[in-house]
């Protein structure tokens, strides 16, 4: 099983979680058509996509992926923030604490805090063991036993967004916004550091800021950290999610 990232920021986030026999698809907010063409299996091998919140960047395309035959797998307020009209038999509203099965797949959801509903996913497959999947979120507090990947929001550092408002590149307004809705570094190693990663083998950094993050040094202090391997989901990058 690898995980494929098509992209992990506000301008889209979207990734495939795929091996040789079926995919998920976590999150809407790349093309279908990138994620056709980065899929080495046929569309109807996707056996659905979970999407964590209403956000543009993680549902905007919600209707053409459900128009492609993939299942949408996302709470009411997705739906109700972008109706998918004629392909409404594709849509299923998901609950915090239910579990799901798609293909090999299990899949139960959890709340985050942001300034809209937003669900985590836990996924489970034979092929990776469980991974922990959260974003947008300011915080996450949940001890989650027997990970085996987790992709975490790690979205930006107080010293570069008080820096950027200092400067007027970020205002006032949007700066309050992202303290209140997105992971800070220190959020983001608490939340790591809340549960046992004894049997963690990767570490997926997601959603980094275009603005208020630096890659290099926030991928340095995770790894110093956790000891893990730690990767930035960037466009196109692949990681090895085996168990
Ligand atoms: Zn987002
Ligand atoms: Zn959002």
Redesign the pocket.
């Known amino acids: 099983m690898k995980l494929k990232v098509l992209g992990s920021n ?1 301008s889209g986030n979207c990734y495939i979680l795929e091996n040789e026999h079926e995919a998920l698809i976590i999150e809407a907010g790349i093309s279908f058509s990138r994620v056709r063409s980065a899929l080495e299996l046929k569309p109807s091998l996707v056996v659905g996509c979970l999407v ?4 543009g ?2 549902a905007r395309h919600i209707e053409m992926y459900a128009k492609s035959g993939i299942n949408i797998l996302a709470s009411e307020s997705v739906f109700n923030a972008r109706p998918i009209g004629l392909y409404r038999e594709m849509g299923i509203v998901i609950e915090p604490g239910n579990d799901y099965v798609l293909g090999d797949f299990s899949v139960s959801a959890f709340t985050l805090h ?3 509903p ?1 669900l985590g996913f836990l996924i489970d497959h034979p092929d990776t063991g469980l991974i922990a999947f959260v ?2 979120t300011c915080s996450c507090d949940y001890i989650i036993p027997g990970l085996n990947h987790i992709i975490v929001e790690c979205n930006y550092s107080t010293d570069i967004l008080e820096a950027n408002i200092k400067s007027g590149q970020v205002d006032h307004i949007r700066g309050s916004r992202v303290l209140l ?2 992971m800070e570094l220190e959020a983001c190693k608490k939340t790591l550091l809340l549960n046992d990663l004894g049997s963690v083998r990767n570490i997926v950094l997601a959603h980094l800021s275009q603005d208020n993050s630096d890659a290099v040094r926030f991928r340095g202090e995770i790894t110093a950290l956790t000891g893990k391997n730690v990767v930035v989901a960037e466009k196109d990058t692949e990681i090895n999610f085996k168990l």
């Not at 964590?52 to 956000?55: P, V």
């Open positions: 506000s964590s919140h209403k956000h960047d993680h942001h300034d809209v937003c974003t947008d809705t997105h």
